[in-house]
């Protein structure tokens, strides 16, 4: 009978290895459905979490092309305002050019009709000047070289 009561109690007895073979494989069974609805879990709430950050992030970048939009509308109307006011500088600056250059010509002929007239009063009141003194140092001269002949004649 201790045989039988042996078998019975090993058969009883459930083998220690099969025991911790099934304890393992509904660990890991129990770990996977435990990682699984974890995981499912997770995936819902990102999703959730995704939605609304990507309204959240459509609307930053919605808000940030509109700035952008008006940033670039205010830089070209700032452009356009100073090629405006380039423009019409450039204008005025050629304008104020142009005026100089005509008012130094008209100048520069005026002082060219003004030399010319006073060289020729001057040309002609040296001339005149001249005969003046020169007239009466000729007839002294052609007086002397006269008599001289007439001296050098008689002898």
Same mark, same amino acid.
């Given at each position: 009978? %201790?045989?039988?009561?042996?078998?019975?109690?090993? %058969?009883?007895?459930?083998?220690?290895?099969?025991?911790?073979?099934?304890?393992?494989?509904?660990?890991?069974?129990?770990?996977?459905?435990?990682?699984?609805? %974890?995981?499912?879990?997770?995936?819902?709430?990102?999703?959730?979490?995704?939605?609304?950050?990507?309204?959240?992030?459509?609307?930053?970048?919605?808000?940030?092309?509109?700035?952008?939009?008006? $940033?670039?509308?205010?830089?070209?109307?700032?452009?356009?305002?100073?090629?405006?006011?380039?423009?019409?500088?450039?204008?005025?600056?050629?304008?104020?050019?142009?005026?100089?250059?005509?008012?130094?010509?008209? $100048?520069?002929?005026?002082?060219?009709?003004?030399?010319?007239?006073?060289?020729?009063? $001057?040309?002609?009141?040296?001339?005149?000047?001249?005969?003046?003194?020169?007239?009466?140092?000729?007839?002294?001269?052609?007086?002397?070289?006269?008599?001289?002949?007439?001296?050098?004649?008689?002898?």
């Amino acid at each position: 009978m %201790s045989k039988e009561k042996n078998s019975e109690k090993e %058969s009883g007895k459930e083998n220690p290895f099969l025991k911790g073979w099934n304890d393992f494989v509904s660990g890991i069974n129990k770990g996977f459905t435990s990682f699984k609805t %974890s995981l499912e879990e997770q995936s819902v709430k990102n999703k959730e979490a995704f939605d609304k950050n990507k309204e959240k992030a459509n609307n930053f970048f919605k808000g940030i092309k509109n700035n952008w939009d008006g $940033q670039l509308q205010k830089w070209d109307d700032d452009i356009k305002k100073v090629q405006l006011e380039n423009k019409e500088q450039w204008d005025a600056k050629k304008e104020q050019f142009v005026k100089n250059v005509e008012k130094w010509q008209q $100048q520069t002929r005026e002082d060219w009709n003004d030399g010319v007239k006073s060289w020729n009063r $001057q040309m002609i009141k040296g001339s005149y000047m001249f005969l003046l003194f020169m007239v009466p140092i000729l007839i002294v001269f052609i007086v002397i070289i006269f008599v001289l002949q007439k001296v050098f004649d008689f002898f």
